[in-house]
């Protein structure tokens, strides 16, 4: 903790320290997280990314989601064991398990794959740049039947722009093979725009933050029109997440949102059951 602070200090920790609490708790995440990846602990979920106003079927368009069993067989979502994960540098290999284990059930249901338009992947901050990453992802796509042009990576704004040269050669690698990119949690950073020009996506995620108010906030409503106005202008289609109600859908409607996903539209959903049609006599 101390070292977290700045060093050359000295940190006295107490049981209702929240931070050191916080810090434990992220320490026993670790064997957790080595745990999943070694036993297949790990579950895929999938979330739906729909047009707000489809004018033709462009086919489904998804953004796989992590989930953790727990010992007790508990779903424990991301939020409770990736910022640890991010913390101790274990993203890269549990991205890597996310991408095979996309790609191979992509692979495996054929039907599927045919009826897919565009499956999204998160890939955190440190796989961005990384050569290993990069040999992977092409070695993993060119071992499946699956079409690079039907895989989106999602790489947030943070990210993208902390590691900004090494990000945009990433993407313009693999986008010569068709992967597109998405840049997440958009409108986050102060200068959000100035790095538009320089980074190749093709989608904007704007930040939750600012959708789910938008029909009651003028200001939200403003900054969600002036980056999908901007996202226009510059050719990249734009994503509102945190969807929820009808309300919010109408506003990104009338505002020219391309897509939207949120609870409103669909839930997280496990990908291994997608596809599964029930008994009707069962």
Known sequence: ?????????????????????????????????????????????????????????????????????????????????????????????IDRWVIRNTIGWLNDHPDQLQALSLCSINLSGLSIGDEEMLNFIQETLAQSEVPPGKICFEVTETAAISHLDAAVNFMQVLKASGI???????GTGLSSFAYLRTLPVDFLKMDGMFVRHIDRNIIDWTLVKSINDMGQIMGKQTIAEFVENEDIHHQLHEIGVNYAKGYLLSKPSPLFDKGILLDPEA
């Open 180 to 186: 597109r990119f998405s840049l997440d949690d958009f």
């Open 1 to 93: 903790m101390a070292k977290d602070q700045g060093r050359n200090r000295i940190h006295t920790g107490g049981a209702q320290d929240a931070l050191l609490t916080r810090r434990l708790t992220e320490i026993q995440w670790i064997s957790r997280i080595n745990r999943a990846i070694t036993e297949n602990r790990f579950q895929l979920y999938y979330q739906t990314i729909e047009p707000i106003n489809p004018i033709e079927s462009e086919g489904e368009h998804y953004e796989i989601l992590i989930r953790l069993e727990g010992d007790d067989g508990r779903i424990i979502s991301q939020g409770e064991f990736l910022p640890a994960a991010e913390h101790y540098h274990l993203t890269p290999q």
